[in-house]
């Protein structure tokens, strides 16, 4: 198996630019999470799904922040319009239930 | 409600070292404990797991036993490698369904 895939690996935007961050899971996985990693707040849940539903949403930031799963095998996070201090590692695991966590390599956003 | 907390970094350690990074945690009901890897440029990767009281999870050298007395996971090495920098997280899970991560240590092993 690819693992979780997520693209692209680096991401330089102007502020107020829309970013659109991908994620393709691991197939058979039923659930999907988005991080956020920063030297001040380490790992941050912005949101997970189970099923293709979006359960907790409680750590997404702001309404600037959107995510969707269409699919089983797609996901996305969107931050509209995007500011410096969203900058950071995004992080997208999927897991198949029973306390396993599988993580992508992460998307390094930058926004100037 | 359910955290972590492990220990400040950065930690510097000499090849061949003893490590131990300390976690403890604060759940509800019987959460499962686990370490997690972050290699540069890397996503994290399960490093070991203990499901219950006492367990203890051991993989590559590292071992962490599950203390629920002292509420706590704290991992350990008796001989670090160079190869071992990278971030370390500990994590809790009450559900099987979610994660709570600590803020991660980071580790450099010098020659």
């Known amino acids: 198996d690819a693992g979780v895939i997520q693209s692209p690996r680096h991401e330089v935007t102007e502020m107020g630019q829309e970013v659109t961050l991908r994620c393709k899971p691991i197939s058979g996985h039923n659930s999907l999470f988005w991080y956020r990693q920063t030297m001040m707040r380490g790992l941050e849940l912005l949101i997970y799904?189970?099923?293709?539903?979006?359960?907790?949403d409680s750590g997404m930031p702001e309404d600037r922040f959107s995510a969707k799963m269409p699919n089983a095998s797609f996901s996305t996070l969107k931050i509209q319009p995007s500011e410096p201090r969203d900058s950071a590692v995004y992080f997208c695991?999927?897991?198949?239930?029973?306390?396993?966590?599988?993580f992508g390599s992460g998307t390094q956003l930058s926004v100037l | 409600g359910n955290s972590v907390t492990q220990m400040e970094g950065p930690v510097t350690l000499s090849e061949e070292a003893f490590l131990t990074i300390n976690c403890t945690y604060t759940a509800t009901g019987y959460p499962s404990l686990f370490w997690y890897v972050q290699y540069p440029g890397e996503g994290l990767q399960l490093l070991l797991k203990a499901t219950k009281a006492d367990d203890k999870g051991s993989n590559k050298g590292f071992e962490a036993t599950y203390r629920k007395e002292t509420t706590s996971f704290h991992l350990e090495k008796g001989s670090v490698q160079v190869s071992d920098s990278a971030v370390y997280f500990c994590a809790l899970s009450p559900t099987g369904n979610q994660f709570y991560f600590g803020t991660g240590t980071s580790l450099t092993v010098i020659p």
């Open positions: 799904f189970n099923n293709n539903v979006p359960i907790d």
């Open positions: 695991a999927s897991s198949p239930g029973v306390e396993k966590l599988f």
